[in-house]
Every structure is written in C-alpha cells, then in structure tokens.
T-cell receptor, first 117, second 109 residues
Framework: GAVVSQHPSWVICKSGTSVKIECRSL??????MFWYRQFPKQSLMLMAT?????????EQGVEKDKFLINHASLTLSTLTVTSAHPEDSSFYIC?????????????FGDGTRLSIL | GQNIDQPTEMTATEGAIVQINCTYQ??????LFWYQQHAGEAPTFLSY??LDGLEEKGRFSSFLSRSKGYSYLLLKELQMKDSASYLC??????????WGAGTKLIIKP
C-alpha cells in the first residue's frame, strides 16, 4: 500500500518552456502533499506543502509565481515550473501523507529529473 | 533553531554491522523517521520511532532516546545493495519534517 506515482520521470526541454509534473496517490487519499527539489549530492529541499482544496504553503526563497502548485483532489497534486531556465534543472520529488498528524510517514514518488537546455 | 546532524559518509564491509547516528533539535517532537535513498532515486521509508527504545525490522533496527535527542539506524549483515544515503528526519510540533543532510553509506566487499 501507500503508492505514490509521479509523472513524467524525465523531462528535457528548451529554456522558456513551462513544465507540469503530476503526483498521484494511487491507493490512499492524501490530505497533504509535499514538493521537494534535490540538487546532485545535496539533501532534499522542501519547496512547498500543499493541502487539498487550499493554497500551497511555500518555503522561504521559493517563488510561488514560478512554481505553481495545484492540489485539486485528494489524490492529485501538480507542480508547474513556469518559464523554466537552466538553473531550474534539478530532481523534483513529490511525497504524500494520509493525515496531518500522528505517525504517518511521507511516501515518495519516483521523482522527475528536469533538464532545461 | 531546528537542526538535524548526521555523519556525511560512512564505510563498512559486506556482512558486517554499521550504526548511523542522528541527533536532532526541534520545536516540539512528533517522531523520528529514517529513509533510504539510492543514487538517482527517491527516498523510501524505513522506520519510525516516537517512543524511547529499539524497533527491529529484519536486518534494520532503529533506536530513539527522546531525552538525548538521539537516534540511530543499525544495519546488520550488510549487503552491497545497502549502499545508499540514509536520511534522518524529525517531525516537529507542527508535524513538519526536518530533514538531515543524509549519510552516504559505502559498502566494500
């Protein structure tokens, strides 16, 4: 159980393109989903927390107009990188959690490797 | 401030035992998680501790001391496939995960 599907796995596109990444919880309802970015040989960096039906909470330094998050249902959250540039190239990973409290772990998708040319 | 400390890198021999330590300082505490992350892949959940003591799960065990703000992950009978980064994360009073930078574990034959 607790499977999270993330799509696409790889994206290579030109500078200025907008890219949408989907994160789905396949066998559970996720009230909260998280978006992370990870640069090579570095730790996970939380970008934003999204709760179903409400606006996402962005971490300090993350541009909300650049990284648009939509969590329209209990099983789907999307991250859109708008007008992507080479410095946005990174490994983007989503995770989902069943409840807002207690001992529920975050379950991760397989990640999306984004390369902007 | 909130902080997680774990060693950057450790090396161990196949078949041996290794202990990866983690110390944490958080605003409130709702448990300690360990994740495994192979290179180029997303993290996978290994264990959760919220009470003091040792939790055993096959070859992997995790220990917590709340009074000391300390946890460790114990890996027994090491296999080459255990080569990965191991991430320690503490959950604060707002149920947010505070992540450590990860410990890269290198297994040698």
């Amino acid at each position: 159980g607790a499977v999270v599907s993330q799509h696409p796995s790889w994206v290579i596109c030109k500078s200025g393109t907008s890219v949408k990444i989907e994160c789905r919880s396949l066998d559970f309802q996720a009230t909260t989903m998280f978006w992370y970015r990870q640069f090579p040989k570095q730790s996970l960096m939380l970008m934003a927390t999204s709760n179903e039906g409400s606006k996402a909470t962005y971490e300090q330094g993350v541009e909300k107009d650049k990284f648009l998050i939509n969590h329209a249902s209990l099983t789907l959250s999307t991250l859109t990188v708008t007008s992507a540039h080479p410095e946005d190239s990174s490994f983007y990973i989503c995770s989902a959690r069943v409840a807002t409290g207690g001992s529920q772990p975050q379950h991760f998708g397989d990640g999306t490797r984004l390369s902007i040319l | 401030g909130q902080n997680i400390d774990q060693p950057t890198e450790m090396t161990a021999t196949e078949g041996a035992i290794v202990q990866i330590n983690c110390t944490y300082q958080t605003s409130g505490f709702n448990g300690l998680f360990w994740y495994q992350q192979h290179a180029g892949e997303a993290p996978t959940f290994l264990s959760y501790n919220v009470l003091d003591g040792l939790e055993e799960k096959g070859r992997f065990s995790s220990f917590l001391s709340r009074s000391k703000g300390y946890s460790y992950l114990l890996l027994k009978e090491l296999q080459m496939k255990d080569s990965a980064s191991y991430l320690c994360a503490a959950m604060d009073s707002n149920y947010q995960l505070i992540w450590g930078a990860g410990t890269k574990l290198i297994i040698k034959p």
